[in-house]
């Protein structure tokens, strides 16, 4: 039975889902706006981390270009303040996490896609043109969270409990930023006023700092994501030191001024925010094709916690193994993609808008937690590896009871 | 973490649930409303058989107390007419069913789970006592689908397409039919009037045919669900016999006459209807405790697949590793236990309500597809097995491009 597969979009979702079906001999043909060339001249398109789990598919895949061993961090540390009690931990990573810069990720594995037999075609599509596309494919997949792609999915308001952002973003890739002795990951959480998140990314000048700024609206962090750094670079340059300096002093004392700013100047630093979303998992056509979504297209959160690309990849390849698996693509077929992905990508939406909560309003309870997270480092080193099971996070975030079964279970018993 | 589970209802469900926590030393108490000799001396309570999948759990529970070695059966007879075309064929199970009449069945295990440690509560319970039962308890898990209990769970309409029965029933444990020379279950369709199921069944007086009898409204067998057998048992007996000589010749003549008729009169036949329904999974009282439907108070099927009992025993198996994995019985916990019982569950109820509806139909591609099964060894002995495992019946019929991959699968390719 001959399997033609439509991929709109050559984000982390199209690329894995294409790459992983033409292993299995699959004809998959991926529309995408830009070249690769484009891609790499483009604007940075988003700064995350991709996970051990997600790293392991690429070794599997053949296009883990960037081995761990050299491109990776072992783990994160937390730094809650300033304030009157600012403190400072570390979490590792059961395996090595590791960030590329997408205009260097994508084209490189687009051109992958192209080079295995993949067919790529080039182009601006719009909604209207799927029903035509229809007749030559047996499933369509859209992985395009951005513009009208994403409006084909209705949203699923039982899992949108937002209608608005929670932050203002700033995101970019920064020179002038000092690595730390270990290349680690930093969440710097100012209470009151935004959570920046640092990650040492490859670039193709080499390993820089990219930074992803979550401020809280009223606070004045909001003036990163809201002064547009094009209309006075240096301005903006200077604004964000005396921020840093105030908010963020662990970061701003390794910065050296002169060499701050984003890399490649306006095309390093994208400024904006995320209404987080859940739509649904697709559509029928009138002819009875089915239309998936993935990925961004299916659900979108905030930067936070990393999430997006990683879950847009273990979504890619449980849909890959149904497609190689299954021979009509139906409802029944996409209900076995759901049960497949659905508590993973679902862990990683509610625990990324559960932290945004507390975060913001900072309950008793969640002080507890971040107290205890920071006195006990094998809570610290689980809490991290979650990072890869948000499925874990929240089985241990989902109700106060939990949590606090989760503390005991790294608590000793007294002797 | 202590554990205290209180289970309402001592059928498949609920004695499968507490023997398994038995075994995982949790702390159980099960109510019920009669006592095991009680049961011994009750009306007939449902005529269905324990495929493989079920005598598995059974066999780990350590209460397989009638092995299939002696009281199995290895396979399914289906036979098509009266009519133009009559056929019979036959498929093959991977394992052998057996079928113990339930006032034997559960008072065994009842007394087993006694024997073993669980707390057994003998009385009248109604959902006004719940509440205050939840002191007591982590969780409570209601199995018993008659009467006020199932109503605690609101109806799941996308998921119970009818709002009223299908077939008129009888069903019940009856002498005087011989056995066939391999003890199979024996489909029978009668074509635009009913079917009926003969199921060899160990009593205490040992092995009967069961009969389910599900009778079209509207055709004349509906009179044999209409006709109280009480009050005039021998015109009962010769209504059946008339009306199973005209439309189901094949059991008719092995019976003898003269010794046909319900085992212990009115105690050996039920008559009446099912409406098929889904209900939520669960309810949350005001404390905070959850109250998970199980088996019948979650979901009930018509009897024609005889999928009731072997559904409620997988749902307990889940249920039952959940609670040993999990510390805290809270709506998280509620979603892990559904995705895993889900498919199989709703697989079962949507392949029962869609076999009802083409019998009663009988479309052109379901006649088709009838008559693939007889003409198909391998076919057939497929269809037989999924008895064990509905999810696979769904994969195979949910559209009309499944079933015909399937019958290609099982189709040689032309030389």
Redesign the interface.
Known sequence: ?SKRICIVGAGTAGLHLGLHLLRHGVEVTLFTERTPDEQRRSKVLSTVAHHAVTVERERALGVDHWPVEEHGYPGHQYRVGPGPEPTAFEGLLHAPSRAVDYRIYQPRLTEDFAERGGELVFGRLSPGDIPSLASRFDLIVVCTGRGPFAEMFDRDPEHSPFDRPRRALCAGLFTGIAQQPVPNVTFHICPGAGEMIEIPTWTDGGQVMALVIENHYGSDLEALAATPYEEDPKAYRDLALDLLHDHYPACFERIDPAEFGPLDGPRGIIQGAVTPVVRRTHTVLDDGTVVLALGDAHVTVDPLLGQGANMASHAAWVLAEEIVRQ??F???FV?HVD?RR??RVLSATRTTNMLMENLETLPEDFLGFLGELSRNRSLADEFTKWFNYPECF??DL??P??TR?WVARHTPDPV
């Open positions: 039975m021979d009509v139906d409802r029944r209900e049960r659905e508590d929240w089985d989902a109700d009871r939990r079964a």
